[in-house]
């Protein structure tokens, strides 16, 4: 390759964009640190929201970081509207009831009762809506983050502190404990698959010690280990549920 200014130009420009994607990444700003997806298998779908609330309720939980995102296709909105544009569209006179109880719902401010609500208003119509060949064409994401370690309980902050401490790295634990840290160490998502609502897929690939038509909860996180790790233990304390790994990386 001819060595031109032009080519020293663009040579420089990348080097300067992966400088500047590095740093972002170090403070936190595009790329979290881990990927992990666990899950439960429950007695029944009616189990989903409870355990749903129970999750977003854990008092480390920052209420104002719930946040709802619907994807239909290559449509995506922070609302429900794409989905009941997509059931709008079946033409079924069935669905007129879960139409309007879907309008209501999605009128909620309240992001944690729109995400449970949503959940319940579905568990009548699963069967008639179940479409398990597209069932991740549809996902409803329930976008969750923690509080700041400075607005945690000192018990829960200790907790977490101890845990972060065992399982991340010596940088990631000082800045927890430091009271401030990157939000990407603190967010995941639940994920609802309203076409396979009872998410059964994962029996192919995890041995859950239940039967193979066992609703199982999905909950991701893109934070520090000892932080997801707190969550899990304390639903397992809560409710009595293990949960067993999904996909991306583990604990």
Not at 154 to 182: I, N
Not at 190 to 196: E, W
Not at 233 to 247: N, P
Request: charged letters at 20%.
């Amino acid at each position: 390759m001819k060595i031109t200014p032009s080519v020293i130009a663009g040579m420089l420009f990348a080097v300067l964009l992966l400088v500047f994607v590095l740093r972002l990444w170090a403070k936190g700003g595009i790329l979290p640190p881990h990927e992990f997806a666990y899950g439960t298998a429950l007695r029944n779908s009616e189990a989903i929201p409870d355990r749903m609330d129970q999750f977003l309720s854990l008092e480390v939980m920052d209420l104002d970081e719930i946040q709802i995102q619907t994807f239909v296709g290559n449509r995506n909105a922070k609302n429900l509207t794409p989905f009941i544009t997509y059931v709008s569209s079946q033409k079924n006179r069935d669905f007129e009831p879960l139409i309007a109880g879907l309008k209501n719902v999605d009128q909620l401010s309240n992001q944690k009762e729109k995400a449970i609500q949503f959940v319940r208003m579905l568990l009548p119509y699963k069967d008639l809506l179940r479409n398990e060949s597209q069932h991740d064409e549809i996902i409803v994401f329930v976008y969750y983050g923690l509080k700041q370690p400075s607005n945690l309980s000192q018990a829960a902050r200790l907790k977490v502190s101890g845990l972060v401490r065992q399982l991340d790295t010596a940088k990631q634990s000082a800045e927890f404990d430091s009271g401030e840290c990157p939000t990407n160490y603190l967010v995941g998502n639940i994920n609802i698959y309203p076409l396979a609502l009872e998410n059964t897929f994962w029996h192919s690939t995890v041995e859950f010690a239940s039967q193979k038509d066992a609703p199982v909860l999905e909950i991701r996180f893109m934070g520090l280990k000892g932080v997801f790790r707190y969550l899990l233990d304390e639903m397992t304390r809560k409710t009595g549920d293990s949960f067993l790994h999904l996909d991306g990386e583990s604990l």
